[in-house]
């Protein structure tokens, strides 16, 4: 079997942390005085924590110190990870398991490719460390999808060229960032907003372990 490097997005991929990163961004806006809904939680997706903020602020027309915009950034950091220390291996997201140990048994690389500065800590909770050769996240990268920046660092960690890598999202940011790579994207959600994406499957139930060696043998 070939070799190919398998890069997974964290959030809405592996694992449902988007609804605490929800959670934590509507106490802050409501704490603010802002309405703010899941509608309004889309556009944050894959979005930097200052610039959601920033978002937020020009949504509610309201402007705050530096001092205080520092202040809110820690207390949705610290609101987001009092969710995530609870989490365990129920939170990992339907047939995941199963793909990643198709994977593992056909010997191909894997990658966690994320934006999150948690992504190990949440990793550890659900007991999936050890399935990924590299963590690539928001520790070791300074551009935001849409670059590929996150991308090229974990094919690199993987020692697998970017035109023989596949990367699973959820966000269309993610789609663009993996499409710029030269990789193989395929959506994990709504096929409307992932439409850039090569294929997109509603969740992991939809992907076959022949789809998997369709796209592992595919040259």
């Known amino acids: 079997m070939h070799r190919r490097g398998f890069i997974f997005d964290l959030d809405g991929v592996i694992v449902d942390t988007a609804k605490y990163h929800y959670f934590a961004w509507k106490k802050l806006a409501n704490g603010l005085g802002i309405g703010f809904n899941e509608e309004d939680n889309e556009h944050l997706k894959g979005v930097s924590r200052v610039r959601s903020l920033e978002i937020i602020l020009e949504w509610g027309k309201a402007s705050l110190s530096k001092e205080k915009f520092q202040e809110l950034l820690v207390a949705k950091n610290e609101d987001y990870l009092s969710y995530v220390n609870q989490m365990n291996e129920d939170e990992i997201l339907p047939d995941v398991p199963r793909v990643l140990s198709f994977l593992k048994r056909n010997k191909q690389p894997m990658a966690l490719g994320s934006a999150s500065k948690n992504a190990t800590s949440i990793l550890k909770r659900v007991r ?33 060229e970017p035109k023989d890598c596949i990367v699973f999202e959820d ?38 372990n022949d789809f998997l060696t369709t796209i592992i043998q595919s040259s």
Do not use: C, H, W
């Open 128 to 160: 999936l460390l050890n399935e990924f050769q590299a963590i690539v996240d928001g520790n070791k990268v300074t551009k935001a999808k849409p670059d590929p920046e996150v991308f090229l660092i974990a094919a690199e960690a993987l020692r697998i």
């Open 171 to 208: 966000s269309l940011a993610g789609i663009q960032a993996a499409n710029t790579a030269g990789m193989l994207s395929i959506g994990i959600g709504d096929a409307a907003i992932l439409s850039e994406a090569d294929y997109v499957f509603k969740d992991f139930t939809e992907i076959s």
